[in-house]
Every structure is written in structure tokens, then in C-alpha cells.
């Protein structure tokens, strides 16, 4: 009688995950669907780390950085920051002030622009500092 109960809890406790439905909304994919206006496609993927190089959740087709093109609001004019390099930076402050903005560090090399992990991005960039003290480094 023991043995058939233990069964019967066994067998209940399985039964119970097949009649309780996934928690949809913590879903890993989102498509453009999901997402009202453009911006707000955009902003999520830019977030999860999207870039040309990295398409969150295959939201962009053409991989050119832009997510959900079709969707509501979209500027064709707007540049993704996660596909910045050194060259889209006029001076070496405007590169470290968005490098350091976005958590880059000695251990954190946002968009590859520190490839000597010192924490000072594009140092070949007019107006290097190579006195800079990057606080990031020290946390």
C-alpha cells in the first residue's frame, strides 16, 4: 500500500507541471511583434548587447545594427553606439567619456575600443591622455 501511494504522489506531482502553462513572458525570444514602436525594439536591443555583429533575437534582419526596421517610428538615420570603434570618435575624451559611460574598465572593453585592457580607450585618437585615471578600473 505504501509503495502504490509513493506512486500515486509521484505521478501527481509529474501530472501537476503538465497541467500548469509555461511562464510566457520570461520567453528568451522576442520578435518585432513584441514590441510597440521601433524605439522601444531599439532600445532592447541595444541593451541585450545588440550590434551588426551580435543580432539579439534575429530582430535584425540586414544585420546593419537596426532592429525592426518596419516597425513604427523607425529613423534610418540613427547609429547603434554598441557598433561605435575609435574612428566614429572626433577626439580620444569623447572616446573615453563614452567608453567609461558604458562601464568600460581594465575588465570591461566596451566595443573593443581598449585593446590593451588599460582602461583608455583609443589611444591613438587626437588629445590622448595617458595620465587619465579610468575610476572604473578601481571598482
Known amino acids: 500500500m505504501k509503495r ?4 500515486f504522489i509521484v505521478v ?9 502553462p509555461p511562464d510566457i513572458s520570461s520567453a528568451a525570444n522576442k520578435n518585432c511583434k513584441d514590441f510597440k514602436t521601433w524605439k522601444d525594439a531599439q ?3 541595444e541593451i541585450k ?7 539579439i533575437d534575429g530582430l535584425d534582419r540586414d544585420h546593419d545594427g537596426l532592429a525592426c526596421e518596419s516597425n513604427k517610428g523607425f529613423n534610418k ?3 547603434n553606439p554598441n557598433d561605435f570603434t575609435c574612428k566614429n570618435f572626433a577626439t580620444w575624451k569623447a572616446a573615453q567619456d563614452f567608453f567609461e559611460k558604458r562601464g ?3 575588465k ?4 573593443g575600443l581598449d585593446p590593451d585592457h588599460d ?3 583609443c589611444e591613438t585618437n587626437k588629445g590622448f591622455n595617458k595620465n587619465h585615471k579610468n575610476l572604473n578600473n578601481s571598482k
Do not use: D, M
Open 119 to 121: 582602461g583608455l580607450a
Open 77 to 79: 538615420n540613427y547609429r
Open 4 to 7: 502504490l501511494s509513493g506512486l
Open 104 to 106: 568600460g574598465s581594465k
Open 12 to 20: 501527481a506531482f509529474l501530472f501537476s507541471f503538465y497541467l500548469v
Open 49 to 55: 548587447g545588440g550590434s551588426k555583429k551580435n543580432n
Open 108 to 111: 570591461k572593453n566596451v566595443n
Open 43 to 45: 532600445t532592447y536591443f
